[in-house]
C-alpha cells in the first residue's frame, strides 16, 4: 500500500495564478483532511471530508476550495494564489466510527506564491 | 471550541537524558489525546496515544501521561537518542467539527545532541 499520496512535492506560483493540489489514499479510509503547516502555528485544518460526498469548512478555509472526487481522491484548489498562501500542504485520511483513530499523513506539497 | 496549547516550542537536550514535553487543553468533554512526530522533509506520522480512561500508557521509550483534572497531558521520552530529534506535536478532539476531527499544538521542535 502506498498509504496517502500527494502532487506535486514543490510548486511556485506567481500571484494570482491557480492551481489544484491532489491527494490519494490506498487504506479505504471515510475521512480525508487538508491542512496547512506555517513555523510556529501548528497543523491547521483547512477543510475537511468526513465521508464521499461532503465537505466542510476547517479552521482557515478562505482563498481555497476542495472537491471529493470520490472515496480515494481530495483535491484542494487555490483559485487565485496570494502570498499568504505559501505553506506546506498536508493531506491527511483516517477511518471514522465511535471513536477517533490515526490520522495518516502524506508527504505534503510545498507551496511557494511570489 | 478546543484550544490545545503546548510547551516548550524547542527542547534541547544530550544523548541519553530524558525529554518531556506538555500540552493543555480546554474541552472537558475531550477523550482522545495523539501525539505525532514529524521528521525533517516528511507528512506527520502517529507514535503514541491514550485516551480517557487510563492515566498513563507505555511504549518502550515513550510514555504518554493524562491528567484530566488538570486538563493536560505529556509526553516523555527517555534514553533520548539522536533519531528522537524532530518536532513533536499533541492534539485533542474538535467536538465543534465533525468526528474524528483532531486540534493540534503548535509543536515542538525536539533536538538530541550526540
Known amino acids: 500500500n502506498a498509504g496517502v499520496t500527494q502532487t506535486p512535492k514543490f510548486q511556485v506560483l506567481k500571484t494570482g495564478q491557480s492551481m489544484t493540489l491532489q491527494c490519494a489514499q490506498d487504506m479505504n479510509h471515510n475521512s480525508m483532511y487538508w491542512y496547512r503547516q506555517d513555523p510556529g502555528m501548528g497543523l491547521r485544518l483547512i477543510y475537511y471530508s468526513a465521508s464521499e460526498g461532503t465537505t466542510d469548512k476547517g479552521e482557515v478555509p478562505n482563498g481555497y476550495n476542495v472537491s471529493r472526487l470520490n472515496k480515494r481522491e481530495f483535491s484542494l484548489r487555490l483559485e487565485s494564489a496570494a502570498p499568504s498562501q505559501t505553506s506546506v500542504y498536508f493531506c491527511?485520511?483516517?477511518?471514522?466510527?465511535?471513536?477517533?483513530?490515526?490520522?495518516?499523513f502524506g508527504p505534503g506539497t510545498r507551496l511557494t506564491v511570489l | 471550541g478546543e484550544n490545545v496549547e503546548q510547551h516548550p516550542s524547542t527542547l534541547s537536550v544530550q544523548e541519553g537524558d530524558s525529554a518531556v514535553i506538555k500540552c493543555t487543553y480546554s474541552d472537558s468533554a475531550s477523550n482522545y489525546f495523539p501525539w505525532y512526530k514529524q521528521e525533517l522533509g516528511k507528512g506527520p506520522q502517529l507514535i503514541i496515544d491514550i485516551r480517557s480512561n487510563v492515566g498513563e500508557k507505555k511504549d518502550q521509550r515513550i510514555a504518554v501521561t493524562l491528567n484530566k483534572t488538570a486538563k493536560h497531558f505529556s509526553l516523555h521520552i527517555t534514553e533520548t537518542q539522536p533519531e528522537d530529534s524532530a518536532v513533536y506535536f499533541c492534539a485533542a478532539p474538535n467536538y465543534g467539527g465533525s468526528q474524528g476531527n483532531l486540534i493540534f499544538g503548535k509543536g515542538t521542535k525536539l533536538s538530541v545532541k550526540p
Open positions: 491527511a485520511s483516517t477511518t471514522t466510527g465511535n471513536s477517533y483513530n490515526e490520522q495518516f
